[in-house]
């Protein structure tokens, strides 16, 4: 599939990059400048948050999308944002280039169906709790109303203990999924770890392991983001992960903008 | 709370009953008489189906919804279905007298929202790898809206093995919530065993929890069933349980109609 | 199976109790004391202690033992205990009725045919991330050596968080096991809760669930025991259950001393 | 620390590599030859098998532990093996270079405690439901000992569902491990995996993550293992792996012999 000249699940694996949540222009603005220095593809942003609690910060709503949008023409970078309620869905189309179906929504049949109508490329999340059989068939309500551009994503899966990571990530995924699957599979690192201290490693280990690509979080001022903001790697370590992933992407015989 | 006349959350342990899917008048009818038989005092049945898979049979829709109302009205229950698409709400609403959001969908906080706004009782059954907490707040969606008629569902966590259950029932959230909650809180052990065979045994554990419910599975032919025959009590043995449950609901100080 | 009169896997439901750890000679007789008066007819008490880490109290071993088995004799109770350590094995067949496997040592096979060897009749703890299957198969090495006093133990299994209770109790291998095995099984609530305010409703399920028997921490003064005074009911709380299990186990068609 | 010259937990990533269980001397001698000629260091291979079933395949024991020594000699291999039982400790000290403590193990204190006091290097597997915080603190049993030979090793957790693979690998404890201990940490893919297809693809992983090496199986003929065929790589795709291993082991700052 190529989105823009990006092609995804090719030789080349490719990196999604962004904050969690799309706060202001010039924090967008400052993270897609470094996506695309670094060798970012794709820009991540979040306009609209799903969120355990109903009292934590929901998001910029439809003016985090233009935001995005802007962002991603200034730069040259496809974007990509979680579509949470069909209500939006057309809107979220219209403003950013591939769509995120969250964790929690990998079983809301109504959403897949409405994805699978729009006919944008789409990334699914694995559930936390969800097999790979279930995660598959669920891609399966995109694929069944014709929309061929499925994007899996590993972001980890119910921890033993949530005393250091949140959700423990399972790159065992990716092989499997390769011996399952024509759809090309991405990984997480960010919300699987919960603690940026462990997000290299973890990404570099997906490309070994042969994930097509990565979408990871990252802010200019992790400490003051809205949120997640301790799974964010700062600009610095990006810009760092970014030449180490390219040497483990060239090891296994790929490559890495 | 008190539905129609009947209290949720009182001395009173009440039981729904029904089969998974509506499949035809004459099937729900026939199970909507033994509900009211031996002591059910609600009926449940699904008209939207959410199925792992997009080919398995997803219910009758709107024409189950109508089969439900009649047969509530002819037997004088309750009536509970699950509302899987915010498009149905409506339609679910005006035809059902409690609406349920199943385990797929605890964190769809858009339809969280809406239910809340429709100010119906409604069940919220616990997401299948849902802590406590992340339970009680996606109940914080629909109350945070003005509703307060929320009715908690236990139905199992997810499983150390599927080799003997499809689910492993976590009993122990019943006193775990009646620390934390106000909330009635109810028990799925259809859903959680997936086999009938260990029904009945959960059934008595919940009660003797101290369970404000159950919501269970029961089918005129469950080897005929179009969904889940496989956990569904016949009505016979659904008539045996009632009996039963009578016994230890008044040896825990409470009441079985 | 029958130790010193008192029926296993009967139609009575048999109840031990006791500290976690012995810790004095007071301590187990004024515990004692109260098992024998509520209707106990085990008596429990950890003289090896696995603990987690290696700077917490492990017990007092032989001296524990001796305790044990004279507060047994003193008040007619049979004597269950943990061994840990085939050296130990000895000893603790002298000194106690029934030994104990712990969940950490369900998979230490040269202790389970040590025990096997030993004809004492053993409680074997489910591992708590063992599946059923496993569970059973660890039975058979005491089994294959010609010993048939196996009482297995479901004692929860890894929890979904650890945010409420230590451990899952799955209380439905209890109706699953009746299918699998001609084995009694009875049920540990309290190193499963964690927290004494839900071992009285989880005992209670246990019961109605179909266990034969219970074997639970109680302590003349929970706030001041070495070992998981957390989970220790105090002996009013226990007094006060044994009055409520007894209504439950007549509700099921069984009887409590 | 170094073990016969050979360095662990040093810039060198390790690699251990051999059959499940020993099953003759012309399967061993064969597998080191492989192990050697390619750049692995260390020779694995099971004398004692715990089992799950007591019906399975128990190893060759003491015949084994020669076959062992001798093929390690030969090929100027350091020899690694599993102690099941304290009672074998010293044979297996005598014929074995490292010892190591299976996952079921893994709270066996005594037996920890004995390996502690051997001083012998020691690989200690993490419990299949084993925290972290766990694991590092059943390394204090053989460290309180004054032994500090000891090598952590990840082998997977209890699995989501075990459709695809036995366990999940864990990946992220490798960089969890180095931020909370000193000692070095491998990892054991294939376990985890239960099937050779992905245990490449995890190798990689583990080495792009930051472990210091790896402990694999593999078999001049799978399909007629005694133990564990399934997951073990045949000569060929060993060979294979190793080539792929030392290149990514250079684009994460280290080497591979």
């Known amino acids: 599939m190529t989105v823009k000249d990006v092609p995804i699940g090719s030789k080349e694996v490719i990196v999604a990059a962004g904050p969690c949540a799309i706060e202001s222009e010039e924090q967008l603005m400052t993270a897609a400048k470094a996506v695309k220095e670094y060798g970012g593809k794709l820009l991540r942003g979040g306009a609209f948050k799903p969120r355990t609690s109903p009292y934590a910060f929901q998001g910029l709503g439809i003016e985090g999308l233009k935001l995005l949008k802007k962002a991603g023409e200034a730069f040259g970078l496809v974007t990509v944002t979680e579509v949470v309620d069909q209500h939006d869905l057309d809107a979220v189309a219209e403003h ?3 769509l ?15 994805v699978g109508k729009s006919k944008k490329p789409v990334v699914l999340k694995r559930g936390s709790s969800a097999t790979i059989d279930e995660w598959l068939l669920a891609a399966e309500y995109i694929l069944a109303q014709g929309n061929n551009n499925v994007i899996l994503c590993e972001r980890g899966v119910h921890p033993l203990d949530r005393n250091h990571t949140r959700y423990t990530l399972d790159l065992s995924s990716v092989p499997v999924v390769k011996t399952l699957s024509h759809l090309p599979v991405i990984v997480d690192p960010s919300h699987a770890c ?26 200019p001022c992790p400490s003051e983001a809205l949120c997640d903001g301790a799974q964010a790697l700062n600009l610095d370590l990006y810009a760092k992960l970014m030449g180490e992933l390219r040497a483990i992407a060239v090891a296994v015989g790929r490559s890495l903008a």
Do not use: F
């Not at 995120?100 to 409405?114: K, T």
């Not at 462990?198 to 490309?207: D, F, I, P, Q």
């Open 96 to 98: 950013a280039d591939i």
């Open 100 to 114: 995120q179906i969250g964790a929690r929504n990998m079983q809301n049949y109504p959403l897949l169906i409405a």
């Open 194 to 219: 919960g603690n940026w201290r462990y997000v290299s490693a973890m990404s570099k280990a997906a490309v070994a392991a042969g994930a097509d690509g990565l979408i990871m979080e990252i802010h």
